[in-house]
């Protein structure tokens, strides 16, 4: 992992620098773009415009991560710009992340997208996707501690590495931010002369559809539905809402519009409701604290609050370890400790031993491979009928492979 521009300008110029003539709209945040994105992306398509979509990470295929009118890339598009993109990187000095960048750039041009969602990477100022120079808008989710061996310890240099995407004359959009990380939000939006709008009040759930993922929100003049389940979707509504208002000049976006992107969002892995055979299984990628502790918010409500459940989680090396426990810490019954299946992945012994000391009530044991701990819990008579799958989105993805599967593989 190398943050900098340098590497991917080159290549992208020795490729025709097809981002610049991307009409798009960049967010950023610790939390919550990737919702953010979907569904800017998702009401945008609703209104007719040919849209491109970049996200990270991706769950079951790499192709996720670059779409064009909500369909993934093919792959022998993939393919084949993959391979015009490795061959401009004479020096083989891309990272993973940028050469994906790159090729995203490259299929949205080829397609002639008129409206791109690009969620960064990782921080801002320095991720790959920062080389655009003139977006329609600049937007920042979150903003907590995370990647802090990157990013840095403090919440202000956080703040000001994810203030690195807003440009200047560009419209900024915001949730109300802690205190200091606004603070820099603001002076820089200030220096730059990017006006900045901040949506201090999401909107409010009025229903909630458990079992099919969907949730019912209401702004004071109308309801209108969200497939996507979380405490914080209100919130990242919101956002979108003022960000599509905000840019209405240059991407109108009718109200049947709006109802109908925001009801047809879909983004696997958050608050993720599934159901097999008899037993649930609830996943969300949370794998900071700020997510889990809203992930744990999310239960609170749900209608599982009081039943038993097997917690199967695992998390990256990389990770705040205690910070991720102690949300649910208090709520841990039982519990199998997994990795992921990725090269950062904390080993399932670590992990337990951790469960252990913050529930030393709950029975805790390792199953390493995420799979086998599913096919466990499903085929045990005696298991809950309930697993919560959190953690990482690695897990996030392998679980949804192995569900989608049929389990009994």
Not at 52 to 63: A, M, T
Not at 109 to 119: C, K, P, S, T
Not at 222 to 235: D, E, V
Not at 332 to 337: G, N, Q, S
Request: with cysteine.
């Amino acid at each position: 992992m190398l943050l900098g521009l340098s590497r991917v300008k080159r290549v992208l110029r020795r490729l025709g620098d097809p981002h610049k003539s991307l009409p798009c709209i960049h967010v950023a945040g610790t939390n919550g773009k990737g919702s953010t994105c979907a569904i800017l992306e998702s009401v945008l398509r609703a209104a007719g415009f040919r849209t491109g979509l970049y996200l990270s990470p991706h769950l079951e295929s790499v192709r996720e991560r670059i779409q064009v009118g909500g369909r993934m890339i093919p792959e022998r598009e993939f393919s084949r710009l993959l391979g015009l993109v490795l061959a401009a990187d004479r020096q083989e000095e891309l990272t993973y992340f940028e050469l994906l960048t790159c090729v995203a750039f490259l299929h949205f041009q080829e397609r002639q997208v008129e409206a791109a969602v690009l969620e960064t990477g990782m921080g801002g100022r320095l991720d790959a996707t920062n080389v655009v120079a003139k977006p329609l808008a600049s937007v920042i989710t979150s903003i907590s501690l995370d990647h802090t061996q990157w990013l840095g310890k403090a919440l202000s240099r956080i703040a000001f590495e994810k203030a690195g995407i807003i440009k200047p004359a560009v419209p900024v959009f915001c949730p109300a931010l802690p205190g200091v990380a606004l603070s820099v939000v603001k002076k820089t939006a200030k220096a730059l002369q990017a006006p900045l709008t901040v949506v201090g009040r999401p909107f409010k759930t009025l229903a909630v559809d458990w079992r099919r993922n969907r949730q019912v929100f209401g702004d004071g003049r109308s309801r209108f539905g969200l497939s996507l389940l979380g405490s914080r979707q209100g919130q990242n509504l919101a956002l979108a809402k003022a960000v599509l208002d905000g840019l209405a000049k240059v991407l109108p976006v009718s109200g049947a519009a709006w109802r109908r992107g925001a009801g047809g969002v879909r983004l696997p892995g958050r608050c993720e409701v599934v159901r097999w055979q008899g037993k649930t299984a609830i996943i969300d990628g949370a794998h900071n604290p700020e997510a889990m502790g809203a992930f744990a918010r999310f239960l609170s409500d749900s209608p599982w609050r009081e039943k038993p459940v097997l917690w199967i989680m695992g998390v990256m090396k990389d990770k705040d370890l205690a910070g991720i426990v102690r949300p649910v810490a208090g709520r841990i019954e039982a519990a199998c400790a997994v990795e992921p299946g990725n090269a950062r992945d904390l080993s399932a012994a670590a992990l337990a031993a951790e469960l252990r000391r913050q529930a030393p009530r709950a029975v805790v044991w390792v199953t390493p491979d995420p799979a086998q701990a599913l096919r466990d819990w499903h085929r045990s008579p005696t298991s809950p009928g309930t697993a919560v799958v959190c953690g990482s989105f690695y897990l996030a993805g392998a679980a949804l492979k192995t569900l989608r599967g049929g389990i009994g593989a």
